[in-house]
């Protein structure tokens, strides 16, 4: 887990991230972390502003670890289908281009598509843009990647 603030001086447009200690957040905790702002802005910068409020814009915490398995989703086939249907569709990299289309109830697990190609679903569109991969995984989750 990581945990960082972005801090700026009042009145700035800019922030910079500072890590906060996996502890409860407390008034010592605040401090050092405006010290630590402080240290950053220096380093940066060249000076500091001190006496100059620190606004604390956003917080934000990063967790790290293997991705979860889940339950296969409910309505994912066990097996394809039908074989997937062709259309033109522009795509800002390469203008037009033939496109698998598929309806999502027919990706069965294991399922693989190289982009360019659109998957229709009841209430949603994934495009998987050329270049890109897309693989239908055991627990019914759609994978997009390069």
Same mark, same amino acid.
């Given at each position: 887990m990581r945990r960082t603030a *972005?801090? =700026?001086?009042?009145g700035q447009n800019y922030e910079q991230e500072v890590p906060f200690p $996996? *502890?409860?957040i407390d008034d010592a905790v605040l401090a050092e972390a405006y010290e630590e702002y402080g240290r950053l802005y220096? !380093? #940066?910068?060249g000076y500091r502003l001190d006496g100059i409020p &620190?606004?604390? @814009?956003?917080a934000s915490v990063v967790a790290v670890g293997e991705a979860p398995r889940f339950e296969r989703l409910p309505g994912v086939p066990e097996e394809v289908a039908e074989e997937? =249907?062709?259309?033109? @569709? #522009? #795509? $800002?990299?390469t203008g037009f281009a033939p496109a698998s289309v598929v309806r999502r109830e027919e990706l069965a697990p294991g399922?693989? +598509?190289? !982009? $360019?190609a659109i998957v229709e679903f009841m209430d949603s569109t994934v495009v998987v843009s050329p270049g890109w991969d897309l693989t *239908?995984?055991?627990? !019914? &989750? +759609?994978? @997009?990647a390069r």
């Open positions: *972005a801090m =700026r001086y009042q $996996p *502890a409860t220096e !380093g #940066f910068y &620190i606004e604390l @814009v956003r997937p =249907r062709e259309r033109n @569709v #522009f #795509f $800002p990299e399922t693989e +598509l190289t !982009g $360019p *239908a995984r055991e627990d !019914g &989750i +759609l994978e @997009v």
